[in-house]
């Protein structure tokens, strides 16, 4: 699987961004997808998730502020971010996982200026 991110940049505070990862190669029918990020000396951690089946999972410093979603007919996942905090700023990565595959996108940057 192959997976392009696009709609990252530079934003103010209080902003919002889109982000979109389409997805194209073998697609197994049961996934899960998800958006992580990344600060330079820091670990990649979770952002957000979701299951083929819809269910999200989020982490709690973007509780109430993002929104994954995907559409499973254009192989696209989205990450709605709103109310964005300087602290959001990261390289932000788009994951597939299936039993058959664990794929990152090349990440794309966000930038939130106080």
């Known amino acids: 699987v192959k997976l392009v991110e696009s709609g990252g940049g530079l934003v103010q505070a209080g902003g919002s961004l889109r982000l979109s990862c389409a997805a194209s190669?073998?697609?197994?029918?049961?996934?899960?997808v998800g958006w992580y990020r990344q600060v330079p000396g820091e670990e990649r951690e979770l952002v957000a998730r979701?299951?083929?089946?819809?269910?999200?999972d989020y982490a709690d410093s973007v509780k109430g502020r993002f929104t994954i979603s995907r559409d499973n007919a254009k192989n696209t996942m989205y990450l709605q971010m709103n109310s964005l905090k300087p602290e959001d700023t990261a390289v932000y990565y788009c994951?597939?996982?299936?039993?058959?595959?664990?794929?990152w996108g090349q990440g794309t940057q966000v930038t939130v200026s106080p």
């Open positions: 994951n597939y996982y299936s039993v058959y595959d664990d794929a």
């Open positions: 190669g073998s697609i197994f029918d049961i996934n899960h």
């Open positions: 979701i299951t083929s089946g819809g269910g999200t």
